[in-house]
């Protein structure tokens, strides 16, 4: 198009580059959205963090090897001294996840255990019925008892609680004797309370405490991402734990359900052919 003479300094000129900049800067900011990556709304609030902790999912899958594989060695250096997995062979983990014997014996067997062994702890019950008040329970079906979104939320919301025996607390679990063993990693966080009143007979209102939000205390060593993908892995070996067979058995599920509707075509051509005489 052909600028005529003074338009560039004229009222229109000035409205035209008014237009142009606004242009730009909506552009750069549609780059800049695109370019990083999405931030949980969780974290864009900031002080409100935790405030929607209960619909937290684990979102991980056993076919995710390497996840799983991370997972074992960060069981073995946090939970292994006080939690089992009496249903687990070291053998068994290293076929099943693909570590070579002499990564299992190096980094993850303990010292005195054989690939035969079953993974056990350690800790004598009489002294976690002494130190925790109860003894650490085998985690070798936790996730099929309760879930992994459980796990993982339970790993999540933990919270310091000068009340507590052990110095913690937890929401997923309140009045949980597990320690908070993860905080070096995650840091230390309080929990928020509000006053929530509740119409009761009579006109009365009862007043009660309704969690709000996590503020942080003290930075852990690692940053919230890398925490979260850090429970998340952990999660994810309780998983396959288990059920170590979980993959094998979906896909062979598949051929199941294929055979039987096969088979019940089949039943039904024969239906119809000893059946054709009286319809």
Known sequence: MRTEP???????????????????????????GLASPGVPAAEEAGDRYGADWESWRADTTVADTASVQRGARYFVSY????????????????????????VLANQLLPP??????????????????????????????????????YLYRYLM????????????????????????VLSELEGLKSAVYRQVGQPGANGTVTHEQVFDHFE???PGR??????????????????YVGEPDQ??????GVWVVL????????????????????H
């Not at 056990?120 to 309760?146: H, I």
């Not at 009340?163 to 004797?177: K, R």
């Not at 039987?260 to 009286?278: H, I, N, P, S």
């Open 6 to 32: 003074g338009e560039r300094t004229g009222p229109r000129g000035l409205a035209r580059a008014a237009r142009c900049a606004r242009v730009l800067a909506l552009a750069a900011l549609l780059a800049a």
């Open 222 to 239: 690692l940053t919230p991402a890398e925490y979260q993908q850090f429970v998340r892995d952990t999660v994810n070996f309780l998983d």
């Open 247 to 252: 993959l094998l058995r979906r896909a062979l």
């Open 112 to 149: 005195g255990d054989k690939p035969a062994d079953y993974i056990t702890s350690a800790m004598p019950d009489a002294d976690a019925e002494a130190w925790f008040g109860k003894a650490p329970p085998d985690l070798s079906l936790m996730a099929r008892a309760r879930g992994k979104d």
């Open 216 to 218: 942080t205390i003290a």
């Open 157 to 180: 919301t933990f919270y310091v609680d000068p009340n507590s025996q052990t110095g913690a607390n937890n929401l997923a679990l309140p009045s949980s004797a597990m320690p908070a």
């Open 79 to 102: 939970c292994l001294g006080c939690h089992s997995l009496k249903y687990e062979r070291w053998s068994r983990l290293g076929s099943d996840l693909g570590i070579p014997p002499d």
């Open 259 to 278: 055979f039987l509707l096969v088979f019940t075509w089949l039943a039904w051509l024969v239906k119809r052919e000893y059946w054709k005489d009286v």
